[in-house]
T-cell receptor, first 110, second 113 residues
Framework: GQQVMQIPQYQHVQEGEDFTTYCNSSTTLSNIQWYKQRPGGHPVFLIQLVKSGEVKKQKRLTFQFGEAKKNSSLHITATQTTDVGTYFCAGVNAGNMLTFGGGTRLMVKP | KAGVTQTPRYLIKTRGQQVTLSCSPISGHRSVSWYQQTPGQGLQFLFEYFSETQRNKGNFPGRFSGRQFSNSRSEMNVSTLELGDSALYLC????????????FGEGSRLTVL
């Protein structure tokens, strides 16, 4: 079945440093979504990417969808303590099934 | 607009018992999906209901079942509980369906002793 892998699993950064998480699918995706889950909270939708090579920005967050629509990345510039949490990608395959990646847990040292 | 409401938030059961969890979606959302979240396995899709019909099912044993009512509220049931069923069970509602933007509830944390 479809697999969506995310790396790294964990990332410790100093406040102000940049952070990137990568998502790779074993199959071509029709779209990819990103969610953030704060500690003790529930996943919250951040964005959806649909087009090959698409890049979207939300303030300090930059999301990319690969040209082959099999990978994606989320980059945070100048992390803040409010960025702490687990970031999940979720890909929709040709069979219209949504599969979540394992998540990247971001910890920010003030 | 009220968010997705899940009850109960916490519960403790013993092996062999059964449990029913409830989810009230955002008003107007007809799609309700259920996920199991554990530290080792991440977010695993259980099933999706849309207009009272199960549209998709994940790779879970038949002990896991669900249903949706005419008001879009959904319940999931787990029978013959096992220790490995301890997890956070998340419900998500969506306007477009299980592959669109998902709005998650706070979850029901189940502990099986």
């Amino acid at each position: 079945g479809q697999q969506v892998m995310q790396i790294p699993q964990y990332q410790h950064v100093q406040e102000g440093e940049d952070f990137t998480t990568y998502c790779n699918s074993s199959t071509t995706l029709s779209n990819i979504q990103w969610y953030k889950q704060r500690p003790g909270g529930h996943p919250v939708f951040l964005i959806q990417l649909v087009k090959s090579g698409e890049v979207k920005k939300q303030k300090r967050l930059t999301f990319q969808f690969g040209e082959a629509k099999k990978n994606s990345s989320l980059h945070i510039t100048a992390t803040q303590t409010t960025d702490v949490g687990t970031y999940f990608c979720a890909g929709v395959n040709a069979g219209n099934m949504l599969t979540f990646g394992g998540g990247t847990r971001l910890m920010v040292k003030p | 607009k009220a968010g997705v409401t899940q009850t109960p938030r916490y519960l403790i059961k013993t092996r062999g018992q059964q449990v029913t969890l409830s989810c009230s979606p955002i008003s107007g959302h007809r799609s309700v999906s259920w996920y199991q979240q554990t530290p080792g396995q991440g977010l695993q899709f259980l099933f999706e209901y849309f207009s009272e019909t199960q549209r998709n099912k994940g790779n879970f044993p038949g002990r896991f079942s669900g249903r949706q009512f005419s008001n879009s509220r959904s319940e999931m049931n787990v029978s013959t509980l096992e220790l490995g069923d301890s997890a956070l069970y998340l419900c998500a509602s969506s306007l477009q369906g299980a592959t669109g933007e998902l709005f998650f509830g706070e979850g029901s944390r189940l502990t099986v002793l």
